[in-house]
């Protein structure tokens, strides 16, 4: 699982995802595969993490609205 926190305040939950790989622009979450689940814009991403415990702390402290996408 990894969990997105975009500046507009959104999280969302990608459940398929285990990772994230980031160039200069983009943020990847990406499979156990190493498939790319979703992309975003890194410049609208204020954090990012794959740790529960942390995601958990983030979902408590800092989402406003949450969305899910299941695996």
Same mark, same amino acid.
């Given at each position: 699982?990894?969990?997105?926190?975009?500046?507009?305040?959104?999280?969302?939950? $990608?459940?398929?995802?285990?990772?994230?790989?980031?160039?200069?622009?983009?943020?990847?979450?990406?499979?156990?595969?190493?498939?790319?689940?979703?992309?975003?814009?890194?410049?609208?991403?204020?954090?990012?993490?794959?740790?529960? $415990?942390?995601?958990?702390?983030?979902?408590?402290?800092?989402?406003?609205? $949450?969305?899910?996408?299941?695996?």
């Amino acid at each position: 699982m990894v969990l997105v926190y975009l500046k507009n305040g959104d999280c969302i939950e $990608l459940m398929a995802a285990v990772a994230t790989e980031q160039d200069e622009s983009t943020l990847t979450c990406v499979n156990v595969h190493g498939d790319a689940v979703a992309t975003f814009e890194l410049a609208t991403v204020a954090r990012h993490t794959s740790d529960a $415990l942390v995601a958990e702390e983030m979902k408590e402290e800092v989402c406003e609205d $949450l969305t899910v996408l299941p695996a």
